[in-house]
């Protein structure tokens, strides 16, 4: 891929995407917890751009203001965890996954 995502259209939302770093890097999915967002991946991000790594870090579902969904069932696990792969899909290769926090669970169960 030589585009930055910079947000991602999936179920109906619209989910805002940190992309950084060298586009040929091999892509880490950065997923934050709670009540974070992507940005708490700042002072991450620089060092792993450094190691030459590619990073792409969403706001999830809840936390991008086009992906708050009113039903409290919207924000099952399942889907949480289809968002993250329907973004790995858009990367369109292989991924490392990091997650923080609820993030964690998340990046467990993709």
Sequence with gaps: MTDRITSLEHDGLTFDVRDEGPLDGDP???????PERSTTWRHVAPIL???GLRTVAPDQRGYSPGARPARRRDYTLPRLVDDAAALVDAIGRPVHVVGQDWGATVAWLL
């Design 28 to 34: 880490v999915l950065l997923l934050h917890g709670f």
């Design 49 to 51: 751009h450094a190691a």
